[in-house]
Structure formats: structure tokens, C-alpha cells
């Protein structure tokens, strides 16, 4: 009997010894993962979510994101306006659930599809829009092209459609300054 409480025990010191282990291990290897895991993983883990962006020149931008980009994210707002957002000038977002999208290889289409290419598509549908600069200023108009590291901007009244008359001037903007770009209701802002 003695043999057999002895046995037993050295066997219940060494299972907990091995579950303390596989404790510590585990502990470990989340903190490895978590550690892996990039912004953009976790706002791809909260698309159709509403999220509050806090942004370098435009401070807190308030909406439902509806898609993440190479370098982009794009928000609907309150009042149904679309709303790109440069990732890079992003500091802090609140609403984010406990959701973590995956990890992925964006593969060389989705990869391609950059700030440059998104503010293409503004300018294909001749939006008017509101550009914010990291800076805090901001510029209204439609978006007449995008360079290699610029976007061009024909200023006119949020109110006007762009026609000749009514653009005061083209003003070039450095990708890297902007910040947000909203599009806008004629009428609205």
C-alpha cells in the first residue's frame, strides 16, 4: 500500500509539473503571436464594426468600416459619406472587438491596391471631396489625378460640381501629407 500512495503521488507531482509547463509554454506561445500581430490584422477583424480613428491633422474620425487596404482604410460616416483613411497617420482606434483577422499574403492584386489606387477611383467618379493633410488643413474639390507621390486637386466650393468656371485653382498634395479624404454631399460642410 505504501508502494502505491508513493506512486501515485510522484505521479501527481509529475503531471502538474508537465501542466505547469504546457501552461508556461502556451502563456508563451500567445505572447510570440500577439506579438505578431500588425494593426491592419486587427481592423481587418472588425470590418461592418463602428470604429473611432484617432488621425495626425484630423483627429478623431468617427464611422462603420466597410473595407482595409494595402495602406487605406475606408469608413462610412454618419451621414452615409464615404470616408479613406491613410493607415499611416492613424494613433489609436476604439471600438475594436476582440476579433483578429487572420494573417495573409495580400498576393500581388490586393497589394496593388494602394492609397494611390483608391484616390484614382475619387477621381474616376469625380467626387467632390475634402482633403485633410496631416497637418490639420484641409482643401475641398474634386480630384482631377494622382501622380506617382502626389494627388491633384481642383479646389472649388464644396457646393459646385467641377466645371471650369468654378475651380479657383489645381493644388498638388503630397501622398504622405494626407490624411483623410471624405467625400462630400454638394450642399454639405
Given amino acids: 500500500m505504501r508502494w502505491q500512495r508513493l506512486f501515485a503521488d510522484l505521479q501527481a507531482e509529475f503531471d502538474e509539473a508537465e501542466a505547469a509547463a504546457e501552461r508556461a509554454e502556451d502563456a508563451s506561445r500567445r505572447r510570440v503571436e500577439v506579438g505578431a500581430v500588425r494593426l491592419v490584422d486587427r481592423l481587418a477583424g472588425a470590418l461592418d464594426r463602428p470604429l473611432t480613428l484617432r488621425c495626425s491633422g484630423a483627429g478623431d474620425v468617427t464611422g462603420v468600416l466597410v473595407e482595409v487596404g ?33 494573417a495573409e499574403d ?7 491596391l494602394d492609397l494611390r489606387r483608391a ?71
Fill in 70 to 102: 494595402a495602406d487605406w482604410l475606408l469608413l462610412t460616416d454618419g451621414s452615409r459619406r464615404e470616408v479613406l483613411v491613410a493607415t499611416s497617420t492613424v494613433r489609436t482606434v476604439a471600438g475594436l472587438g476582440r476579433a483578429t483577422a487572420p
Fill in 106 to 112: 495580400p498576393g500581388p492584386v490586393r497589394a496593388r
Fill in 119 to 189: 484616390l484614382r477611383g475619387l477621381a474616376r467618379d469625380r467626387s467632390v471631396v475634402q482633403v485633410v493633410l496631416d497637418d490639420g488643413s484641409s482643401y475641398v474639390g474634386t480630384v482631377d489625378g494622382v501622380g506617382a507621390d502626389h494627388v491633384e486637386l481642383a479646389e472649388h466650393a464644396a457646393d459646385q460640381p467641377r466645371r471650369a468656371a468654378a475651380v479657383r485653382g489645381v493644388r498638388a498634395i503630397a501622398l504622405p501629407a494626407v490624411a483623410v479624404v471624405r467625400t462630400l454631399t454638394p450642399g454639405l460642410d
